[in-house]
């Protein structure tokens, strides 16, 4: 049964860096079959799509976020990672971390229990 | 970007009868469509892919149809554990990848 757990400060101040990872267990992070992802949901609202890992190390990014974000791999490890800078209180949101479906398309199967980060100082 | 738009925002129905909730692209997404549950306090769980498959251990009385703009998420015969929010997803052009803003089933 595959697994994702995130982790990180569950407090970053303004302008700062957010920085979470996501580990992976029960399966393996380095598969052509899969896009590893985060998504966002602000509390009291809907999701966001924040962006895709490739096993290969491709990234896709949210344009909204682009200029921001960072999503990186650790194979050895069996994690992925996600930074977000110069955040602002519009960044308070559940981080998800999730497994894409390449071979689908793209739908998520297995998602992490989500960890809340509040922008605060 | 495709903008997906889910209707109504809140319906009431009744425990064992049907519900039927909408979900419109703004744009032709071919069958590229998800449909998600969320519980308070927890992860979304998906239902359907590819606009009508239901995804392992979805019980039968979840059902997707639609295709092209057009979706609908079909439960017939509520259950207690079925009220809850709903979430539409494309995955047909991306990025971005793109949401509806969800659809609250709530007991009548």
């Known amino acids: 049964q595959v697994q994702l757990q995130e982790s990180g400060p569950g407090l970053v101040k303004p302008s700062q860096t957010l920085s979470l990872t996501c580990t992976v267990s029960g399966g393996s992070i380095n598969s052509d079959d899969y896009y590893w992802s985060w998504i966002r949901q602000p509390p009291g609202k809907g999701l966001e799509w924040i962006g895709y890992l490739y096993y290969s190390g491709n990234t896709y990014y949210n344009p909204s976020l682009k200029s921001r974000l960072t999503i990186s791999l650790d194979t050895s490890k069996n994690q992925f990672s996600l930074k977000l800078s110069s955040v602002t209180a519009a960044d308070t949101a559940v981080y998800y971390c999730?497994?894409?479906?390449?071979?689908?398309?793209?739908?998520?199967?297995?998602w992490g229990q989500g960890t809340l980060v509040t922008v605060s100082s | 970007e495709i903008v997906m738009t889910q209707s109504p925002a809140t319906v009431s129905v009744s425990p064992g009868e049907r519900a039927t909730l909408s979900c419109r692209a703004s744009?032709?997404?071919?069958?590229?469509l998800a449909w998600y549950q969320q519980k308070p306090g927890q992860a979304p769980r998906l239902l359907i892919y590819?606009?009508?498959t239901r995804a392992t251990g979805i019980p039968a009385r979840f059902s997707g149809s639609g295709s092209g703009t057009e979706f609908t998420l079909t439960i017939s015969s509520l259950q207690s554990e079925d009220f809850a929010l709903y979430y539409c997803?494309?995955?047909?052009?991306?990025?971005?990848?793109?949401f509806g803003q969800g659809t609250r089933l709530e007991i009548k």
């Open positions: 744009q032709s997404i071919s069958y590229n």
């Open positions: 590819g606009a009508s």
């Open positions: 999730a497994r894409g479906r390449r071979y689908h398309g793209g739908d998520f199967d297995y």
């Open positions: 997803q494309q995955y047909d052009r991306w990025p971005p990848i793109t």
